[in-house]
């Protein structure tokens, strides 16, 4: 009440001000006027200040201290967001020197639960799939010997020290897998400055799961490998795959700015209106099963309403894979799922899902990274030091040196600003019976699909 009488105060005294200069000799009577009834007001307010203080109590008045102190404390430790920016050197100047950004560190999540308040709801039940894929190095922990006897299998070597990132480039990799990996790692620790804790890990970019269950034990740990699949006889890591951030080679744009087109061309034609088929088109020979899809095109007479299609990778080359744009697919009603040779990249067959479009949000995907590379962290049994030909990633020193569409899809794949919000809660790990159940569900399903196939 002091604050608005005060700011109430003042406008009337320039009020009254203007007045006076234009007025005369009865101005001058309402500004005597006005001042009494002001001071009438006073001390009106500080009767009822004083009759209140009598009526209330000492713990109304430590309530509404406290409110006002946990209301502060939220104020303080709500992470403000900042816009991210990147800089690159001209040509015609000195070359600049890349990675000087300064850290500043995010509230921890401890630091939130200090101040009050209420925890993030959940993440989306996938995110308990962390705790299994970690699983194998509970008893142990990761020794700094169990990473480095990965490195056979790895293209990189990735370490966080004190909230910036490095690499240790061991040799390139299929197109630019590589890059838009650690351009993803970029972005996290960008979003998230200073929440990554200290890790040290290798990353393999190749499709086929390596590190296999049966050859290791607690006794003979395996190596912690991080890559982008794995199947039920593997142990490796999966990671969020490079096309999140974009796949320039095959014109997949950034999984943010691809779910939005394919969201809009969902909306854009309603479903009874849609060619009544089933589409699919890719490469079929990764895949037995993709070889026998092709024999369910139109042939010899028959129908199967079903367009299948074997992309053409010398003549897409040529033309940019202008004719595989994802989103333009959705003129059809259902799509084809088929596995490839290890795994089929972003929702080839689940584009119109809300599970997709709602549950795999860049958001999650972030958060999804942080929690893991978070909990991989805690495994930890030694403090990671730099490699000697380690060298630091920043967004500068990975996106200025590109050009064309590489550069294009780097820049629709930056976030724009650091995160404002506490990350979703880590859901607990899946229980024994839980876990069995899901395994059970899985098999049921794979069978019945056998039996279509031997009716068929």
């Not at 203007?18 to 005369?24: D, E, H, L, P």
């Not at 000195?94 to 993030?120: D, K, N």
């Not at 943010?256 to 479903?271: D, Y």
């Not at 159940?437 to 031997?454: P, Y």
Request: proline content about 7%; some cysteine.
């Amino acid at each position: 009440m002091g604050s608005a009488l005060r700011i109430w105060w003042r406008g009337e005294e320039a009020n009254c001000g203007a007045a006076g200069r234009t007025g005369g000799g009865a101005v001058g009577l309402i500004q005597s006027s006005t001042k009494g009834v002001v001071f009438f007001f006073l001390v009106l307010l500080v009767l009822v200040a004083v009759i209140s203080r009598r009526w209330m109590d000492d713990s109304t008045f430590s309530k509404i201290s406290s409110w006002r102190e946990q209301a502060l404390r939220l104020h303080s430790h709500h992470p403000q967001p900042k816009p991210v920016t990147l800089t690159c050197p001209n040509h015609t100047t000195t070359p600049m020197h890349f990675c000087r950004r300064r850290i500043t560190p995010s509230p921890s999540p401890s630091a939130a639960s200090a101040s009050g308040t209420e925890p993030p709801p959940f993440c989306p039940d996938y995110f308990r799939w962390i705790h299994e894929d970690l699983r194998p190095w509970n008893p142990t922990g990761i020794t700094r010997k169990m990473v480095e006897s990965a490195r056979q299998f790895a293209a990189f070597r990735l370490l966080v020290i004190g909230g910036r990132v490095y690499v240790d480039q061991y040799h390139r990799v299929f197109q630019t897998r590589d890059l838009f990996t650690l351009w993803g790692f970029v972005q996290l620790a960008t979003r998230y400055p200073g929440r990554l804790p200290d890790l040290d890990l290798m990353f393999n970019c190749e499709d086929m799961p390596t590190v296999k269950a049966d050859d290791y034990n607690t006794s003979h740990p395996p190596p912690p490998l991080f890559r982008y699949c794995k199947d039920d006889s593997t142990v490796d890591i999966v990671f969020p795959d490079w096309s999140f951030w974009g796949w320039p080679e095959i014109n997949i744009k950034p999984w943010e700015v691809l779910r939005e087109e394919m969201k809009e061309a969902n909306e854009r034609m309603e479903w009874e209106k849609r060619k009544p088929y089933a589409f699919w088109k890719g490469n079929p020979t990764v895949s037995g099963r993709r070889k026998d899809l092709m024999r369910c095109n139109s042939s010899s007479g028959h129908d199967w309403n079903a367009r299948v299609y074997a992309q053409d990778w010398v003549k897409e080359t040529e033309n940019g894979f202008e004719e595989s744009n994802l989103a333009e697919q959705c003129i059809y009603r259902y799509k084809i799922f088929v596995e490839g040779r290890a795994w089929s990249v972003q929702a080839m067959g689940k584009e119109g899902s809300s599970f997709i479009l709602e549950e795999v949000k860049m958001e999650f995907v972030y958060q999804y990274m942080l929690h893991l590379l978070t909990e991989y962290a805690k495994l930890l049994r030694y403090e990671p030091t730099l490699p000697e030909n380690a060298t630091e990633l920043c967004l500068e020193s990975v996106a200025c040196g590109e050009e064309g569409r590489v550069r294009e899809f780097l820049m629709e794949a930056m976030v724009k600003w650091t995160s404002d919000s506490e990350p979703c809660t880590l859901p607990p790990p899946y229980s024994p019976g839980a876990l069995e159940q899901l395994r059970s569900r899985k098999a049921d399903a794979i069978k019945q699909v056998q039996e279509w196939e031997q009716e068929a």
